[in-house]
Nanobody
Framework: QVQLVESGGGLVQAGGSLRLSCVASGHTNRSPTMGWLRQAPGKEREFVAVINWSGGTTYYTDSVKGRFTISRDNAKNTVYLQMNNLKPEDTAVYYC???????????????WGQGTQVTVSS
């Protein structure tokens, strides 16, 4: 019912920056909460960031605090993830996701994007 299209991934050197974008369509009124998750090689998918509908409340996993910023533009049905001071350990496939409720770092997402590759070299 909700479709998510991501863009902005790529290859960067350590210390560089990337900005990921995700455009939502479909029954977005049932998925007001937006977030980002990632899956590194050989690891399970993990929570990265989440933002409520108004954009006034955000939560991040500890490893990205101070470096990543999640934001949204409801007029464009778009959520962003600004990633600064990237580290090799940030290398992963990043997924945009939506949820009905907002439970901070414990938010249960119900729709996912196709994923976009982010690779950070030393």
């Amino acid at each position: 019912q909700v479709q998510l299209v991501e863009s902005g991934g790529g290859l960067v050197q350590a210390g560089g920056s990337l900005r990921l974008s995700c455009v939502a369509s479909g029954h977005t009124n049932r998925s007001p909460t937006m977030g980002w998750l990632r899956q590194a090689p050989g690891k399970e998918r993990e929570f990265v960031a989440v933002i409520n509908w108004s954009g006034g409340t955000t939560y991040y996993t500890d490893s990205v605090k101070g470096r990543f910023t999640i934001s949204r533009d409801n007029a464009k049905n778009t959520v962003y993830l600004q990633m600064n001071n990237l580290k090799p350990e940030d290398t992963a496939v990043y997924y945009c996701a939506t949820a009905l409720g907002f439970l901070g770092t414990m938010t249960k997402f119900n729709y996912w994007g196709q994923g976009t590759q982010v690779t950070v070299s030393s």
